[in-house]
């Protein structure tokens, strides 16, 4: 009988040090996904941005063919 609760206890043991590993996990991966998706933020700014100087450098371009834009 004592057997049977020492080997409950060591599994429990374990199984709370394995939900502590995993929480922890939890919270870093949490932290990396925030910092990922703020930075993807950023980078789809800046990806907006450098459209909107390329759209306003392609319409000060003359038009084809040697003519001024009407």
């Known amino acids: 009988m004592d057997d049977d609760l020492q080997a409950l206890q060591q599994r429990i043991e374990r199984l709370l040090v394995n939900a502590r590993r995993l929480a922890d996990e939890n919270q870093r991966l949490r932290a990396e996904l925030a910092d990922c ?3 993807r933020r ?3 700014g800046r990806m907006l941005e ?3 100087r390329v759209e306003a450098a392609l319409a000060r371009l003359p038009a084809a063919g040697g003519e001024a834009a009407h």
Request: charged residues 45%.
């Open 50 to 52: 450098a459209r909107h």
């Open 42 to 44: 950023r980078l789809e």
């Open 37 to 39: 998706t703020e930075s």
